[in-house]
Nanobody
Framework: QVQVVESGGGLVQAGGSLRLSCTAS????????MGWFRQAPGKEREGVAC???????????ANSVKGRFTISRDNANGKNILYLQMNSLKPEDTAMYYC????????????????????WGQGTQVTVSS
């Protein structure tokens, strides 16, 4: 049974940093692109970042987080871990953050479309206080 589990969320002051992690099991993690999404209360879920199956050589980030957030992955030795380093956090970054496995190896131009992701985690809450 495929499992996708996020961790690392919490409460942080504006300007602070957090690193989210995502582990996945029971599927070929290193064969697929991975993404991070977020959903704030009362808002639609939005794509935050995506990384190709090969790693940091090919990533995409939403305009709202460019220069502040960085997606990365560690496929070495079967670790199967996805990260989201979040710096210079703002109150508007407050949301539930979800990790998701894409249905292809690459982050296409439509990488922010939820329908392109096959497996999802339960989410980890990030709260940024002003």
């Amino acid at each position: 049974q495929v499992q996708v589990v996020e961790s690392g969320g919490g409460l942080v002051q504006a300007g602070g940093s957090l690193r989210l992690s995502c582990t996945a099991s029971a599927f070929s993690f290193d064969d697929y692109a991975m993404g991070w999404f977020r959903q704030a209360p009362g808002k639609e879920r939005e794509g935050v970042a995506c990384i190709d199956w090969r790693g940091s050589s090919s990533t995409k980030h939403a305009n709202s987080v460019k220069g502040r957030f960085t997606i990365s992955r560690d496929n070495a030795n079967g670790k199967n871990i996805l990260y989201l380093q979040m710096n210079s956090l703002k109150p508007e970054d407050t949301a539930m953050y979800y990790c998701a496995a894409k249905d292809t190896q690459y982050c296409s131009s439509s990488w922010q479309s939820q329908s392109e992701y096959r497996y999802w985690g339960q989410g980890t809450q990030v709260t940024v206080s002003s």
